[in-house]
């Protein structure tokens, strides 16, 4: 319950921090009242490290700094400076404060940005580009065209046949439980157990078509709209309107 304000405040233990070692708290406390709080003078602060016994020390403390509430539960009152640490902080340093915070949301909005569409920025006629679509065709055997739009559409291609002959079957008990028994595996190991097996490896290759499908779709899309949506003619070999 304290790591984020202890973070805030620049602790230098603040994931390690114990609450309920007395050690910890005492360190936690001097620091506190050393780099951030300041309610006694430097020489009146000396208690705070000298004591033989912290808990009068800290309930003194805790008197001194008018804490307001009833509760005297330790990890309320440590919860409550902290608090207060992180209150008077922001008041000498409100500017730094205000641009931690003002860069951190630039960041979460840019992060967001990219997150929902990351083959919005795509750019055709980029060695990345070229590389991954080259990659793909590899892996499915495909050969690669001179022009990496017609190999991404020649991708396409194969992905929606690999994956025409599955979609009858899942389409039937999408979003439902599949009985594994009742799927037909095409082949016959002599082996009931090795059966149920193979089915499930074939439920698994079915899963990754589908995504690698979906994958490809998508990035044929983000190019048709930086290339503004051009019609293919594989008879030329060409891109053509």
Same mark, same amino acid.
């Not at 790591?3 to 620049?10: D, E, I, P, V």
């Not at 805790?62 to 509760?71: A, E, I, T």
């Not at 340093?93 to 860069?103: C, F, G, L, R, V």
């Given at each position: ?35 951030? $709080? ?27 700094? !008018? ?66 679509? !080259? ?77 690698? !499908? ?9 190019? !048709? ?13 060409? $891109?053509?309107?």
């Amino acid at each position: 319950m304290f790591r984020r304000k202890l973070s805030a405040l620049g602790y230098p233990k603040c994931e390690d921090f114990n609450p309920s070692s007395e050690e910890e708290q005492k360190h936690l406390i001097i620091w506190l009242e050393d780099q951030k $709080i300041r309610h006694y003078k430097v020489e009146d602060r000396k208690f705070l490290k000298t004591a033989k016994s912290w808990t009068p020390a800290f309930n003194k403390y805790v008197k001194d700094l !008018q804490y307001p509430f009833s509760n005297k539960h330790q990890s309320m009152i440590l919860d409550w400076i902290l608090g207060l640490a992180v209150r008077l902080e922001y008041g000498d340093n409100p500017d730094k404060y205000k641009n931690a915070y003002e860069d951190k949301m630039a960041k979460e909005r840019e992060t967001k940005s990219i997150s929902e569409n990351p083959l919005e920025n795509i750019k055709e006629n980029t060695p990345e580009f070229k590389e991954g679509v !080259q990659k793909i065709a590899k892996l499915l055997d495909i050969s690669i065209h001179p022009d990496d739009k017609i190999t991404l559409e020649a991708i396409k291609i194969t992905v929606e046949r690999l994956t025409a002959e599955t979609d009858t079957q899942v389409k039937k008990t999408t979003n439902k439980p599949i009985p594994i028994d009742d799927l037909d595996l095409g082949f016959d190991t002599g082996d009931p157990k090795l059966n149920r097996a193979a089915k499930a490896l074939r439920l698994l290759h079915i899963n990754d078509l589908r995504q690698l !499908q979906t994958q490809v779709n998508e990035a044929i899309v983000a190019v !048709q709209a930086i290339t503004a949506n051009p019609k293919t003619d594989q008879r030329l070999g060409k $891109i053509g309107r």
